[in-house]
């Protein structure tokens, strides 16, 4: 983990690390393959133009030969840190910490409809441990997990930086939150819990054929979002949603859709999630009202 400055001085020493695995150093050697063609191809036909009687080709396979050709293809079989450099940008893009965090729990919820069983350590475990780094801001706005990743648009291999959660809403709630209608706050900050997989696991548990049913309707997670219905408790951020919606977005190919829409209250022993309200609408065919009946009957217990 790392400020997202730093990886613009630590980039050739980034690039060199990489390369030592297979997989980045295939892909920097294909693309440094392509760039030492391009550039002989081009000086050929430069040369050719200016040359009588001699073609394109014959002209590459001499310069091929060159002293200069050679260096150009000794980047390629002993690339240096600078060589590497060139395939790798400093970082692909920012990504909100809220927004990155939904995004790894709706991979988690649909591992649990799939029926896949959880790992060591758990999905609880490792959230728990990121969320003390994201989920507001500390020594820095922007983090950058060493995490790489490979943008397919561009084919720029890379480091996503995470942007922390804004801290307008501090000053509201230093003046005790008077005067401003609460839902206006930006509130970008992570739930302490992952309460859309916790929703997920209760819906798995509560009847026992409800996955099976899901996965023949063709629906899976397709969205995830969260809102706090009280303002922050206690004076700390980690509490603003103690008290939660969280909306859960099951859909399939044909537009047919399940949407789960709980409230949950964090304020319980030991802070287990109690569902206070439960509601599933459905588009779709019947076979969709049904399925949303029986989720909301068995959840509702």
Same mark, same amino acid.
């Given at each position: ?5 730093? %990886? ?16 980045? %150093? $295939? ?20 040369? $050719? ?24 293809? $000794?980047?390629?079989?002993? =690339? ?29 919820? %649909? ?7 959880? +790992?060591? =350590? ?7 441990? %990121? ?54 706050? =930006? ?30 309707? +063709? ?12 303002? =922050? ?50 588009? +779709? ?6 399925? $949303? ?9």
């Amino acid at each position: 983990m790392w400020n997202g400055r730093t %990886a613009l001085a630590a980039r050739p020493h980034l690039a060199a690390a990489l390369a030592e695995r297979p997989d980045y %150093a $295939a892909y920097a050697r294909d693309r440094a393959t392509d760039e030492a063609r391009r550039e002989l191809d081009d000086r050929a036909l430069r040369l $050719a133009r200016s040359s009588r009687g001699l073609t394109p080709e014959r002209v590459r396979q001499a310069l091929a030969e060159s002293p200069e050709g050679r260096a150009i293809q $000794a980047r390629v079989d002993t =690339p240096g840190p600078r060589d590497l450099e060139r395939h790798l940008a400093a970082w692909l893009g920012d990504v909100h910490a809220a927004d990155a965090f939904r995004a790894w729990e709706l991979d988690a919820v %649909a591992r649990v409809l799939a029926g896949e069983a959880d +790992g060591e =350590p758990t999905f609880a475990d490792l959230y728990a441990a %990121a969320y003390r780094l994201f989920f507001a801001p500390s020594y820095a706005r922007i983090l950058t997990p060493l995490v790489v990743g490979r943008d397919p648009a561009s084919g720029a291999v890379g480091l996503w930086r995470i942007v922390l959660p804004r801290t307008v809403w501090i000053g509201w709630r230093k003046r005790g939150f008077e005067d401003v209608e609460y839902q206006r706050i =930006p509130m970008d900050l992570v739930p302490e819990r992952p309460l859309g997989l916790w929703l997920a696991e209760r819906l798995v548990s509560a009847h026992v054929d409800l996955p099976d049913r899901l996965r023949a309707a +063709g629906l899976g997670p397709a969205n995830l979002a969260y809102e706090s219905l009280v303002k =922050p408790r206690h004076r700390d951020p980690g509490r603003a949603f103690a008290r939660s919606r969280v909306t859960l977005r099951l859909a399939d190919a044909r537009d047919g859709e399940l949407v789960l829409i709980a409230d949950l209250d964090l304020d319980g022993p030991a802070g287990a999630p109690a569902l206070r309200a439960i509601q599933v609408r459905s588009m +779709g065919d019947s076979s969709r009202t049904e399925l $949303a009946s029986t989720i909301e009957q068995a959840l509702g217990r």
